[in-house]
């Protein structure tokens, strides 16, 4: 899928900067300071350029940014008109409506039963897809990474393993588990271009940017990203290695539906209790 395929849309905010200031004794501490700068600003945007400039002037006289860390809270450029009324024809293989995200990875099941299951299942239709992996998961059960080769799928990295990095883990760890995570996945499926792509179950701020900038020092492509949610389609983001002064040649995201996410069978309220309430909402 080349850039040309999901344009991106340029006329909209130009730059997004953020800067960590230092750290309190218990906990740290962010603060952010945003300069946004329209490109091409026709006359009925003056209202925002004036109040870009205000925002920007009030912000330098607060802080000082301070040189790159990789370990800082960042903002990354969004862009949030996205296709607006020119949605593009996505050309899904063999004219596909959706794309379907199977979860079989609940305790021992997924080892025992979930694996097998949908092996025999995307056999049967002939169907490829991408196996998104947690690797000490795939390591308690290695066996499986011949069948899945075989079967002709593709390989995604969910991480080391399913962790609130949120909340709970230092980027530093974060970090080595990204790098352990490729590592194990290259090294029991022998395949040395792995991983394709990412989707972390519990990212922080910072996952998209350790894991981009673990493929760029292993000179290894991140093909793509669905550690989005923002989209029904793939689209065209700047790079997260613009932060470390790279070329931004764009980074694709292929997002993850959360309206049609597995949540709502466990949600309270407009959940769904049968695979029926799924199919018919699909079909609405």
Not at 15 to 38: D, M
Not at 93 to 109: K, L
Not at 184 to 193: A, C, N, R, W, Y
Request: aromatic residues 12%; hydrophobic residues 30%; charged residues 20%.
């Amino acid at each position: 899928m080349s850039p040309s395929s999901f344009q991106r849309k340029d006329q909209r905010i130009d730059e997004v900067r953020a800067c960590h200031t230092g750290k309190a004794s218990s906990e740290h501490s962010y603060f952010y300071s945003l300069s946004i700068r329209p490109r091409a600003i026709p006359s009925h945007h003056q209202l925002l350029s004036r109040f870009s400039t205000a925002l920007t002037r009030t912000q330098s006289t607060i802080m000082t940014p301070t040189p790159f860390d990789r370990y800082a809270e960042s903002m990354l450029e969004r862009e949030f008109l996205g296709y607006g009324m020119d949605t593009p024809d996505p050309k899904w293989p063999g004219g596909a409506n959706v794309a379907v995200s199977f979860i079989e990875g609940q305790c021992d099941y997924g080892a025992r039963e979930g694996v097998p299951r949908l092996l025999r299942l995307f056999e049967e239709y002939d169907m490829k897809c991408t196996w998104n992996v947690s690797t000490l998961a795939l390591e308690q059960a290695s066996y499986w990474a011949k069948a899945h080769i075989e079967s002709g799928s593709e390989s995604s990295c969910a991480g080391k393993r399913y962790l609130e990095y949120a909340t709970n883990i230092a980027p530093e760890v974060e970090e080595q588990h990204i790098h352990e995570a490729i590592t194990s996945l290259q090294t029991i499926t022998g395949d040395k271009t792995l991983p394709h792509g990412w989707f972390v179950d519990r990212p922080s701020n910072l996952s998209t940017l350790l894991y981009t900038c673990a493929h760029s020092s292993l000179s290894l492509p991140t093909l793509y990203s669905s550690n989005s949610s923002s989209d029904e389609l793939p689209f065209w983001a700047p790079s997260p290695l613009v932060v470390e002064a790279k070329e931004d040649k764009g980074f694709l995201m292929v997002p993850m539906s959360h309206d049609t996410g597995d949540w709502k069978f466990s949600g309270r309220g407009a959940g769904w209790a049968s695979p029926k309430d799924f199919y018919e909402y699909f079909g609405e």
